[in-house]
């Protein structure tokens, strides 16, 4: 792993930051270390951290809203570490944006494992450009801060929806199936329903196609999946 990757991590309690930045430089990130929920924002925009790893339980902001807040400007992963062992907060999590979820205690090989798996889905499916427009402007991947504009104004895309968009965009013309935008978004490892992704397109289509019941971007390809019908310049 190249150490242009850096790593945000925000937990309160020093030992953990301390293991965590121990493991994760000894496997080759950069790691930024901060402990509250203000912090993580503010460091957000200047350090575009290539993944945030964030402790539920921060002194000023529940790192829930931290979590909503970061996808309200940003796709960056984010991986939670908690607490919380209920199932209900593990999937309360991913709901709000999360690509990962660990709980405490936990072995911090696990954790790198984990960061190293999201990251190499990432960077699977980034644009071939820092900066990709289409039809003139209308639409606009900014692959820096992984931020969406639609008419110039933020999407304001979550995580799996970014996610979605630019994997079909990377690929014009090509027709992907649903259990393959299944797998790519979401890893091998899930086990929903493969209709799930129809809800996601849905959603993307209302936030950047002028008229979602007749998209321009992201097409129906009719007994076989979704395809990018947009046209880079």
């Known amino acids: 792993m190249k150490r242009h990757h850096t790593i945000l991590v925000a937990d309160d309690e020093k030992k953990i930051a301390d293991v965590l930045s121990l493991y994760l430089e000894q496997a080759g990130f950069g790691v930024v270390c901060v402990d509250n ?3 993580v924002l503010r460091r957000l925009e200047g350090l575009h951290p290539s993944l945030i790893i964030l402790d539920l339980m921060l002194p000023d902001i529940p790192g829930e809203e931290v979590c909503m807040a970061v996808r309200a400007r940003s796709a960056v992963p984010i991986l939670m570490l908690t607490a919380k062992h209920r199932d209900e907060d593990r999937l309360r999590g991913l709901q709000i944006g999360a690509d990962d979820y660990v709980t405490k205690p936990f072995n911090p090989n696990e954790v790198v494992a984990r960061v190293q ?3 190499r889905r990432t960077m699977l499916d980034h644009p071939l450009a820092d900066r990709l427009e289409y039809r003139d402007g209308d639409l606009v991947i900014d692959a ?3 931020v969406v504009y639609k008419g110039g104004i933020n999407a304001e895309l979550t995580a799996t929806e970014y996610k979605l968009l630019v994997i079909l965009s990377r690929h ?3 027709v992907f199936s649903r259990e ?9 490892d899930f086990r929903g ?17 002028d008229d979602p019941k007749s998209p321009v971007y992201i097409q129906t390809v ?4 979704y395809r990018f019908g947009g046209d880079g310049n």
């Open 222 to 225: 009719y007994g076989m999946g």
């Open 180 to 188: 393959e935008l299944i797998e790519r978004v979401f890893g091998m």
């Open 172 to 174: 014009p013309r090509r």
């Open 37 to 39: 929920g203000s912090e």
């Open 193 to 209: 329903d493969v209709r799930t992704i129809d809800a996601h397109v849905k959603n993307l289509r209302a936030k950047i196609e």
């Open 144 to 146: 820096l801060s992984q």
């Open 117 to 119: 798996a999201i990251l």
